[in-house]
């Protein structure tokens, strides 16, 4: 129910009287109004398209229009159009810190909890990511810049906008208003990819006393122990041609679970400690062969040799009935994964915690996108603000999609080509200039400290939660982070109220890896590793603070607007 303030009345009803006073005015006065109008030609210049306001902006942003409670101060409530709100169970405050937009505007971190554990929800697979983002981008005015066209001219300072690279990779970014060729980009990279078990190409199997199987491979470090006996549901992406030839990619997500993979009762004296054979032993189950007395084995949908006819025909049928697809022969491939089904949610005595899958790394990317979103766009900003966010980290970036491909510093490239005039034309110099402006926050998840395993941490180099970001070291060259990108780093923490914390793996542990080095190296800019700590990493449910991911957007916004101002104070 919506609470009104005496203030609020007022001015709406003062609008409404100045509305039915219009309605009601003799034609006379209309005519005379037109005439007058007539007599002050400015009247009829065309107006400036109308700016989103703040409070609009971080409304969008915060995604309050999916939050089950919403209270909006006078001010930002009259900055938000009305068909934003209308639906809402909104409660109006005369308090600004109780209004839910200027939390977002404030980068409380409470504030976007909930937002965290709804993305994860909703976004099951990297195309889903990629989508979710594409669509908030566009909602605040971000422009897509296809990359088969030409970007001459499309570009220009002041401007936001995003590419996409196979559906499963996404740069966006900001152009300074001040911006001049050869400045820098503050650049942050993280990776949206996540463990999971794909679907086998051809991943129809014999039934197996009376179960039906699917046949699915690990994508990095996936079906592990952690996977066994968990509700899997299936989604991802389908490539259909429809009746007139034309080809197109559909997104599809199961929201009940379809599969298990069931352990063996310790009663058979057969360990399930993680050593079991992925390939024979950890099988999805996904239905059985006859669950009606007297049903016939299901028989192949299409003729051999096709797609669908490799595949499990009650799986063709469930996937086609969820895209409204009638013939079967119009799915021509597909590439779908297993994911844990079990929601995010926040949990612990005070709700300290949010036990979710696919923390890694949906948790820095998701927090550095919402950064970018949120930033400031000042009229003296000068350089251009970019988050990368890659596939197939966790499989060592080697694809066209991952970081080690040439998309990074293709957009980067291209952005600049396009904003090159005659009093700087585009080159190598004015690239090399760019990049050595530049700086990287490389953004991925760090391991938490472990109560239970205290000794496997170096002293004052263990990371809690829900206290900020975690800048990360590695002497052997697993991170890029150095003692110049530290104390950047550190400067920006210091000018926005950021708490860093420090992490190192002891010398008898093996340490991870990043887009970090791959990057730095590849462009040759400054970097440093930085990312929010969790805990159970690489299990297919995780961990982290219910105030990480609004402290991951707070940091990583603060070095987005802050970068620039840092880094004069090095020169």
Not at 62 to 81: F, H, M, T, W
Not at 351 to 359: S, Y
Not at 490 to 519: A, H, K, M, W, Y
Request: glycine content about 8%.
């Amino acid at each position: 129910m919506t609470r009104h303030t005496p203030d609020f009345l007022r001015q709406k009803s003062s609008n409404m009287s100045l509305r039915m006073a219009a309605s009601s005015a003799p034609a006379s006065a209309l005519a005379s109004s037109r005439l007058s109008s007539f007599a002050n030609p400015a009247e009829f210049e065309p107006k400036p398209a109308k700016t989103m306001s703040e409070a609009e902006k971080a409304f969008i942003v915060g995604e309050l229009k999916n939050q089950r409670s919403v209270a909006l101060c006078d001010a930002c409530y009259r900055d938000i159009p009305e068909s934003q709100t209308d639906s809402l169970p909104l409660q109006l405050t005369t308090s600004r810190s109780s209004c839910s937009a200027c939390a977002v505007m404030d980068s409380k971190p409470e504030a976007f909890t909930e937002p965290f554990c709804a993305f994860l929800k909703e976004n099951p697979t990297v195309f889903h990511a990629v989508n979710y983002f594409k669509t908030k981008m566009t909602s605040l005015g971000y422009k897509e810049l296809p990359p088969r066209e030409d970007w001459t001219g499309k570009i220009e300072a002041g401007g936001k906008y995003f590419v996409t690279r196979n559906g499963s990779s996404t740069i966006a970014f900001t152009v300074g208003k001040a911006f001049k060729p050869g400045n820098g980009v503050a650049i942050i990279a993280g990776h949206i990819d996540a463990l999971t078990a794909r679907v086998k190409p051809v991943s129809k199997k014999p039934t197996a006393a009376g179960y039906v199987q699917l046949g699915v491979a690990p994508y990095a470090g996936a079906l592990n122990e952690t996977w066994w006996d968990r509700d899997l549901s299936i989604g991802g992406r389908v490539i259909v041609r429809d009746g007139s030839g034309k080809t197109s990619t559909k997104l599809v997500k199961l929201d009940w679970p379809i599969a298990r993979i069931p352990t063996l009762a310790p009663h058979f004296g057969v360990g399930m400690l993680g050593q079991n054979n992925k390939e024979t032993q950890a099988v999805p189950i996904i239905g059985l062969d006859s669950p009606n007395s007297g049903s016939k084995p299901a028989e192949p949908l299409g003729p051999a040799g096709s797609f669908v006819a490799t595949q499990p025909p009650r799986l063709v049928q469930l996937i086609s009935k969820e895209l409204g697809v009638n013939d079967y022969s119009q799915i021509v491939n597909w590439e779908l994964e297993l994911f844990d089904l079990q929601p995010a949610t926040v949990g612990g005595i005070d709700k300290e915690f949010i036990f979710a899958g696919r923390i890694d790394d949906k948790l820095c990317s998701w927090a550095a996108f919402q950064g970018l979103l949120a930033s400031d766009q000042k009229e003296d900003d000068g350089t251009i603000k970019l988050v990368a966010l890659f596939d197939d980290e966790e499989i060592g970036s080697l694809l066209r999609q991952g970081a080690k491909g040439n998309f990074l510093p293709s957009v980067i490239e291209r952005t600049v080509e396009s904003l090159c005039d005659k009093e700087k034309a585009f080159g190598p110099g004015v690239v090399g200039q760019t990049y050595a402006n530049s700086f990287l926050v490389s953004a991925d998840v760090t391991h938490a400290v472990n109560p239970n395993f205290l000794s496997r941490y170096l002293t004052d180099h263990a990371p809690s939660l829900n206290v900020g970001i975690c800048i990360c070291a590695d002497s052997n060259g697993h991170m890029t982070t150095d003692s110049v990108s530290t104390a950047i780093l550190t400067r920006v923490c210091e000018l926005s109220g950021c708490t860093p914390q420090i992490f190192q793996i002891r010398n008898d542990s093996r340490s991870g890896g990043t887009v970090g080095p791959t990057i730095s190296s590849a462009l040759g800019v400054r970097a440093a590793d930085a990312g929010m700590a969790q805990l159970s990493m690489h299990s297919i449910r995780a961990t982290c603070g219910s105030l990480d991911p609004g402290l991951g957007v707070k940091f990583f916004k603060a070095f987005l607007d802050k970068w620039e101002q840092v880094d004069a104070e090095w020169q």
